[in-house]
């Protein structure tokens, strides 16, 4: 469960400038194609449910197992039905919505702590950055499926536990990277000159800090996109995610794969989709972070 | 070198520790861990059993300690589910997370640096975009979908290899690769950029002219590629322990994970806590390996 957005930034002093060479078509329209798929996938997850031509939970067994348009179905089932008649593609919206609001709610959630961590912990340093770096530690090596698996077994699967769960973990690699960042920040000149021109620390890190490291913040947040939607898919996937009837993309596919033989359609229609988005938050999330500090990073 | 074992071995404890803690909490805070724990026909009296064996009556900290002498002990206690006292099901369970988990790592790691370097010694021709397409699509499909599409195709279609359970060699196969592909793109990806570091260094370039042959050229290689793929694993390996639970599932491989997902369906807590510890052990010795491991590879880390 990938919840941690990239283990490439973990990776300091590892080289990786040779990675940029090959690739040059995907490079270079890896913005068009990223930012198509994202796209699709945030206003399929705001207006999909609305514009969905079923009902997603609505249950009709005299339809099911409708193959898909061009494979002997038609146009009121355009994806096909799965085994209890429910439409796939009202599904599959109402999919992306839950995919769509797990992963801005755990971005947003751990973004805010990872920052506030990481901008505490690099600015004050000392017995501070020495325990909170330690926790960061401690919850990067921390396998969080083990605490999806408490909490499910305790409380039941749920959205709510989905977010928390993601959000416990993702915050620490914003941390990690963010304050290596304001470490480096703080003993810069205009750091210095804001100090001698009397400006207190709130000051410095609300006008210097923290405008210097939304780049990074940016990079991390959209990788973590991708991590989220993978991490929520896995869980739904294994039952203790989202909880059925609510359609999810994971949970399709765990039911699809019951039906492997007579009804293909179930199994690869969502896990298309979810690739489809993971890998354009990876391709997006790795085209700003080349693009977005010609002089940083790397 | 030994503060830093120390320092390590310290926080390898603390993880466990904190993970443990969890478990107990957790149990605690649901209202009555002994309902957790019992059968769901199970009497009052059973229930006030229950209560005295976990010490309900108690205060806190003196169930705690109870709780955490009984784990190093070794004792889960008896799963009503099962039928079976704990450690014997996790004892049943443990060869198959080891084996599954193990042809994987196997099988990452060789194709993942076979893949890397391939790709880096032919840079810029077509070997290199195949093995990098690879890279990227390992990393972006989802370890069940895969294993979806794999069962789809070579199951269900070809009838070639089994979609479920355990038994013969062949039962490996599919799960094997459908773990193993992440890792495997990740460390190839790795293998690629730092064998193209380790090909532009001084070092290789004085080689070359030397007139070495490419086998001692690769072994040398090899060992400079080594310490960032293995930095890389035990970042991973928390990844690996997630999808190892994913792929048991979809593949009914009789390990840890699908124990674990079996006992959630089950509301099996006494299972649940057990599963938790174990793997949070598993992980943690196998991240501090990693840790000490630099030592003996690097010997400019020994020397700090």
Do not use: C
């Not at chain 1, 995919?99 to 990481?118: M, Y």
């Not at chain 1, 928390?164 to 990277?177: F, K």
């Not at chain 2, 355990?166 to 599919?174: A, M, V």
């Amino acid at each position: 469960m990938g919840i941690q957005p990239s283990t490439d930034l973990l990776l300091e002093g590892v080289p990786v400038a040779a990675e940029r060479r090959s690739f040059r078509i995907l490079k270079t329209h890896a913005p068009i194609f990223s930012g198509t798929v994202l796209l699709i996938f945030v206003l399929a997850g705001i207006f999909g449910p609305l514009v969905a031509p079923h009902d997603p939970v609505r249950i009709d067994l005299q339809h099911n197992l409708q193959p898909p348009l061009l494979f002997g179905g038609n146009w009121t089932y355009p994806l096909g039905t799965d085994s209890l008649g429910r439409d796939v593609l009202s599904r599959m919206l109402g999919g992306a919505r839950v995919s769509f609001l797990v992963a801005f709610t755990v971005v947003f959630i751990s973004g805010s702590i990872g920052l506030l961590v990481a901008v505490v912990s690099g600015y004050v340093g000392g017995v501070v950055d020495a325990v909170l770096m330690r926790l960061t530690d401690a919850t990067l090596a921390f396998p969080l499926i083990l605490l999806a698996i408490v909490l499910a077994s305790i409380f039941g699967a749920s959205t709510k536990n989905v977010i928390i769960i993601l959000a416990a973990g993702g915050w620490a690699s914003y941390a990690r990277v963010i304050r290596s960042e304001v470490l480096s920040l703080k003993n810069h000149e205009f750091v210095s000159m804001s100090i001698v021109m009397g400006g207190g620390r709130v000051w410095i890190i609300g006008r210097h800090i923290i405008p210097n490291v939304l780049s990074s913040l940016v990079v991390l947040a959209t990788l973590q996109v991708g991590a989220a939607i993978l991490s929520e898919g896995s869980l739904s996937f294994l039952g203790i995610g989202v909880p059925p009837p609510n359609p999810s993309w994971g949970g399709m596919l765990a039911n699809g794969s019951d039906y492997l033989t007579v009804a293909w359609w179930l199994a690869v229609f969502p896990g298309v989709a979810l690739s489809l988005t993971v890998l354009a938050s990876n391709l997006m999330g790795d085209w700003l972070r080349s693009h977005s500090d010609p002089t940083g990073m790397r | 070198m030994y503060r830093y074992t120390l320092q390590r071995l310290l926080q390898a404890l603390i993880v466990v520790m904190v993970a443990v803690t969890v478990v107990f909490v957790m149990a605690r805070l649901s209202g009555n861990p002994a309902l957790l724990l019992a059968p769901s026909e199970a009497s009052q009296a059973d229930l006030a059993a229950i209560s005295k064996s976990l010490g309900l009556d108690e205060p806190l900290y003196v169930q705690y300690i109870t709780f955490l002498s009984k784990i190093i002990r070794g004792d889960f206690g008896q799963s009503f589910t099962f039928r079976a006292p704990v450690s014997g099901l996790i004892m049943q369970a443990l060869p198959y997370s080891f084996e599954l988990g193990a042809t994987s790592f196997i099988f990452a790691s060789v194709a993942g640096l076979a893949l890397g370097t391939t790709a880096a010694l032919n840079s810029g021709t077509w070997i290199d975009s195949v093995a990098r397409y690879v890279a990227l699509i390992g990393q972006s499909v989802p370890v069940f979908w895969l294993g979806i599409l794999l069962v789809l195709v070579f199951a269900a279609k070809l009838r070639l290899l089994p979609a479920f359970g355990s038994g013969t060699p062949d039962h490996l196969i599919l799960p094997t690769i459908a773990l193993g592909l992440r890792p495997l793109a990740s460390i190839a990806r790795l293998t690629r950029s730092a064998t193209l570091e380790v090909l532009r260094a001084e070092h290789t370039l004085f080689e070359r002219s030397k007139g070495v042959s490419q086998v001692v050229l690769l072994s040398h290689i090899f060992r400079n590629v080594s310490l960032p793929v293995i930095t890389l694993s035990g970042i991973q390996l928390g990844d690996l322990l997630a999808g190892s639970v994913v792929i048991e599932t979809l593949f009914g491989w009789p390990g840890l994970g699908l124990l674990a997902i079996q006992a959630v369906g089950l509301r099996d807590y006494a299972v649940i806590q057990a599963v938790v510890t174990v793997d949070t052990v598993i992980v943690v010795l196998l991240n501090l390996l990693v840790d000490l491991s630099y030592g003996f590879l690097d010997p400019r880390v020994r020397r700090q």
